[in-house]
């Protein structure tokens, strides 16, 4: 007997396991995919062998429980993992193990989860393509010549190539929704505050959140039914209720009101990508919900906000690494002045640079007043104008980015033209409000592009409700795979007990 | 429609000055790079200045409820012998980290 297992889901995880397949077996079958295809994806940049074995082979001796038990993970390298190497894809934290876990980490490895390893991402999670790690790109599985997006693109190509169903990512101005976008996959940013932020590297600690990538939107609940909820060691980590998100996905979208800001995606916005949007919106509408338009007028300010914003944040975040306490130190220096710069100059990238400069510039006398009082400004405008609009409608709709994947190189040496590929995403990091991206179809090239969905505070529930009521009738996953999953999927195991080693 | 070209508002002089600030060791190119750059961001930057902001109350966080306080018991924290493997040069039997003479 021999039967494919299927990782792009939980489900496939468990009917593996019902069919007798073990932890183990699964494991190996991860770590077999990973070896066949991730020397040319990079979607790894540790992979956790023998820590997951042993996991694998303690859940098969004492039984597996939890709403994760047994299911591989992938998490983003800026997600503080116990003596386990973590990075965030810099030459300043290399080697660095860290003496405790994230929060997060903690919660899913409570919940059953098998962690597989540390994804690739743009160092400190800065970037928008993953060209800005220290190990180089990752590469998108539907077209290898393309970035999975960023930052957190290891996170999507594990998931999208078939190796884990699930994947962590960290989102401060749409490194989780952008990637599962551009790789076809679903991808949530939490309401701020709703995920502790506890052992995540910190970037822009105002914006940042930590969320799921998966292949469909019942899994994205599932992660973060295990995630959410307040902590102790996170003061930002609200203590609200935290529903069953699994609860409501099989509702309908009728009677539910839409909001479309038209304005907004008068210009830049690739016609590809606007067809796709449009009959997703007409998709929804069918099923019953009833669309307007929406006017978020300083939404066109979103971009140049976030810069100002995310920047000096990161300035300040990052000030920490100096060579004394974690990683990397120079060793061409005589004084501990020299040592700092060095170390900094060494040890960080050019994107990285780039940001702390101009996050100190912003923030250094003479400037404050003119740049990053007056963003924090705009930034409550930006607020209140989904403040209105959440008095009309349930939830705000765009294209989850103007364009589908671009090409590896296209915009790496023009920081602006990559800051400005983020426009759709970044209002939902500086509002706080949760946001989710759903896989809306291919464009001709037979490239992936997302819908994303905005929705009020803590109202994570209706975003998936939903996402998964549109993903009931589009389907779009079962559509079509990019090659190394296809080969994934054909390739058969023996069961139980003989997976290749 | 974006691809702008816009004078340099950044000068030599004033990269340095932030890079000093940021303790970054910039060579050369890099200057030149990131005085070009950061105008560049900065130009862009500059169209929130149009904006009328008079009355309006900034923004530092996305926390729309009270921040969480714990209870104020004492709690273990990372002991160090597990923090300092994490450093470039620990001096574990003190129990410090080791760096380059201060003081001339």
Excluded at chain 1, 19 to 31: L, N, P, R
Excluded at chain 1, 172 to 177: A, E, H, L, P, V
Excluded at chain 1, 358 to 363: A, D, K, N, P, S
Excluded at chain 2, 16 to 45: D, K, N, P, W
Aim: hydrophobic share 40%.
């Amino acid at each position: 007997m021999s039967r494919t297992i299927d990782l792009r889901t939980i489900d496939g995880v468990r009917e593996a396991q019902a069919a007798g397949i073990s932890s183990t077996d699964i494991c190996s079958e991860v770590f077999a995919r990973i070896d066949a295809f991730d020397r040319d994806l990079h979607a790894f940049t540790f992979l956790a062998h023998d820590a997951a074995r042993a996991r694998a082979r303690e859940l098969d001796t004492n039984g597996a429980s939890g709403p994760l038990a047994g299911v591989p993970i992938a998490l983003k390298d800026n997600l503080c993992t116990r003596r386990m190497p973590t990075t965030a894809s810099s030459r300043i934290l290399r080697d660095y193990l860290p003496p405790y876990d994230a929060t997060v980490v903690r919660r899913l490895m409570d919940a059953g989860a098998i962690v597989a390893g540390k994804t690739n991402c743009d160092e400190f999670a800065m970037g928008s393509s993953t060209e800005n790690s220290a190990s180089g790109p990752s590469r998108n599985p539907w077209d290898p010549t393309r970035t999975p997006g960023g930052s957190s693109g290891g996170s999507a190509v594990a998931v999208a190539a078939g190796f884990v169903p699930v994947a962590i990512g960290s989102d401060t101005g749409g490194s989780i929704r952008q990637p599962a976008a551009l790789c076809g996959l679903v991808g949530l940013k939490p309401t701020y505050g709703r995920v502790s932020r506890y052992g995540l590297l910190a970037f822009g600690s105002s914006l940042d959140q930590i969320g799921p990538i998966t292949w469909t939107v019942r899994d994205a609940a599932v992660v973060l039914n295990v995630i959410a909820g307040p902590d102790p060691a996170d003061a930002t980590a609200v203590d609200i209720p935290v529903p069953d998100f699994t609860a409501g996905l099989d509702g309908s979208v009728s009677g539910l009101r839409i909001g479309v800001p038209r304005e907004l995606l008068r210009e830049g916005v690739d016609r590809d990508v606007l067809t796709l949007f449009d009959a997703a919106i007409e998709e929804l509408r069918q099923q019953g919900a009833s669309v307007s338009d929406v006017a978020l007028p300083h939404a066109q300010y979103a971009i140049p906000v976030y810069y100002l914003v995310a920047t000096a944040e990161a300035s300040s975040n990052l000030a920490r690494y100096d060579g004394v306490r974690y990683g990397f130190r120079s060793s061409k220096a005589n004084s501990l002045r020299e040592m700092y710069r060095r170390t900094r100059d060494e040890g960080f990238g050019p994107e990285v640079k780039r940001r702390i400069m101009l996050g100190t510039y912003v923030l250094s006398a003479g400037y404050y007043d003119a740049y990053y009082l007056k963003a924090q400004q705009v930034r409550t405008l930006i607020r209140r104008d989904y403040d209105r609009a959440f008095a009309d409608v349930d939830v705000v709709v765009m294209p989850t980015t103007p364009t589908a994947a671009f090409t590896l190189g296209e915009k790496v040496d023009d920081p602006l033209q990559m800051y400005l590929a983020d426009v759709f995403t970044v209002s939902a990091n500086l509002s706080g409000l949760p946001a989710l991206s759903v896989p809306c179809g291919f464009t001709p090239a037979g490239l992936p592009v997302g819908l994303q969905l905005t929705g009020r505070m803590f109202e994570e529930g209706t975003l998936l409700r939903i996402g998964g009521a549109y993903e009931r009738m589009t389907r779009w996953y079962d559509k079509r795979q990019p090659a190394p999953l296809e080969q994934a999927l054909a390739a058969r195991v023996n069961e139980p007990d003989a997976a290749q080693a | 429609m974006l691809a702008f070209r816009m004078p340099e508002i950044l000068s030599r002089e004033e990269v340095e000055r932030i890079a000093a600030l940021a303790s970054l060791e910039l060579t050369e190119a890099e200057v030149e790079t990131f005085a070009r750059q950061l105008g560049e961001i900065l130009e862009y930057a500059r169209r929130v200045q149009q904006i009328d902001t008079s009355g309006i109350a900034p923004t530092s966080h996305g926390v729309s409820t009270a921040p969480l306080d714990r209870a104020d018991d004492p709690q273990p924290s990372l002991d160090r012998a597990s923090v300092l493997p994490g450093a470039p040069d620990p001096a574990q039997d003190a129990g410090l980290f080791r760096v380059p003479r201060v003081i001339g």
